[in-house]
Structures are given as C-alpha cells and as structure tokens.
C-alpha cells in the first residue's frame, strides 16, 4: 500500500456537479502536489503545496481549487468542469520542495465529466 | 524550457530478451534525473535518481545510465511482471519561483510476453 492515500478512486460527475478529491499521506513530507495525467500527454502539474503554502499555481483554470489544510492532507475541490477534464488525477508528495529525492505518488482518482 | 522525450513509445519483449529504454532531455542545468515505473490505475513508482553523466543505479534487473544529454534504462533478460510504462523526468538545478519544477515525458509503455 502506498504512502500516499488518495480518495475516492473513480468520480463521474455532471459538469454541473461539485465534487471534492482527497489527499493523505503520513510519510512526514513537507510537500504535496497535484497532477493531471491523460493519455498520451506528460503528467502536468497543477498545484504546488509546501509547508502548507501554495508556491505554484501552473494556470490552472479556476474551476479547480487546492486546498491544503495541514501538511498531510491536500484536496481538489471541483465545480463546473468540462468533459476535457476527464483524466486521472494524481496527488504525490516528497520530503524536500524540489522534489529531488522523488515523488510518492497515490494511485489516483479517475475522473470521468459526462 | 525544459523538455523531455522518451523513445520508443511502446516496447514489446519477448521474456529474456534484453533492451534499453531511451530519454533525452534539454534542461537548464541538471539537478537531477528521475525513472519511475507506473502500472495501470495506479500511480508512479520511483526508481532511480541520477545526478551527473556517468552515473549508473540499478535495482534487481534495471540498469540506469545518465549521459549529459540521454539517460537509459536497461532491462536485461525482463520477466512479464516487468511490464509498466516506465517514465522519465528531469529537475533543473534553480528556478525562479523557489520551487523547482519536475518535467516528465510521456513514458514508454514496456510489454513482455512470455
């Protein structure tokens, strides 16, 4: 099991839904991400937290909102998406800012917009 | 901009028989290169990190190599729980928002049969 626990595992959701993913890990990390995969495209990252502040926001649209409120958890709020936001979204966290000894990823939340 | 290409795209292996994964980069400075292995619906796993040309890491029957424009990933004589998209990733050495980005290619989706 990874150290990285993401909820819920699979959401379909209208575009006029509001719906919210889960972040936690308990590894000690400082930093928490989010990241967008879909297929045939690299990861792209969405969000940046260390030590619980926001030090990157990569032009994310504003339909999607970070929210971290303690070092071990992180969350995705969702509201109004668009069916191109189906993707899998994956949260990581790693023990410096940069990143530099790797990321622990969770296993992702697979989103489908109908 | 830091860029990342991962050849082939999709790789299939007969069991034992050897081969090497490819990525190239361009990076302002390389802080670090990363591997990661991911299997289907679920996230990255971390593998290696390589820091300067010459450098080589290797875990059961993955090899790493880094070069000063390519890393490798060697996979001598593959079983099929091998088979993963193996991704890569590199880490400049600065960048201006304090927080240093990690690029990703795309992957090489590796098969082996048996």
């Known amino acids: 099991e990874t150290g990285v626990t993401q909820t819920p595992r699979h959401l379909v959701m209208g575009m006029t839904n509001k719906k919210s993913l889960k972040c936690e890990q308990h590894?000690?990390?400082?930093?928490m991400y989010w990241y967008k995969q879909s297929a045939k495209k690299p990861l792209e990252l969405m969000f940046v937290?260390?030590?619980?502040?926001?030090?990157e926001n990569n032009s994310v649209p504003s339909r999607f909102s970070p929210e971290c409120p303690n070092s071990s958890h992180l969350f995705l709020h969702l509201h109004t998406l668009q069916p191109e936001d189906s993707a899998l979204y994956l949260c990581?966290?790693?023990?410096?800012?940069?990143?530099?000894?790797?990321?622990?990823f969770g296993s992702g939340t697979r989103l489908t917009v109908v | 901009e830091d860029q990342v290409t991962q050849s082939p795209e999709a790789l299939r292996l007969q069991e034992g028989e050897s081969s090497s994964l490819n990525c190239s980069y361009t990076?302002?400075?390389?802080?670090?290169l990363f591997w990661y292995r991911q299997d289907p619906g679920k996230g990255p796993e971390f593998l290696f990190t390589?820091?300067?040309a010459g450098e080589e890491k290797e875990k059961e029957r993955l090899k790493a190599t880094l070069t000063k424009k390519e890393s490798f990933l060697h996979i001598t004589a593959p079983k099929p729980e091998d088979s993963a998209t193996y991704l890569c990733?590199?880490?400049?050495?600065?960048?201006?928002?304090?927080?240093?980005?990690?690029?990703f290619g795309t992957g090489t989706k590796l098969q082996v049969i048996p």
């Open positions: 990581a966290s790693s023990q410096d800012g940069g990143g530099g000894y790797g990321y622990t």
């Open positions: 590894l000690g990390h400082n930093a």
């Open positions: 937290y260390n030590f619980k502040e926001q030090t």
């Open positions: 990076v302002s400075g390389l802080r670090g």
């Open positions: 390589l820091y300067s």
């Open positions: 990733a590199v880490q400049p050495l600065m960048n201006s928002g304090g927080y240093q980005k990690v690029t």
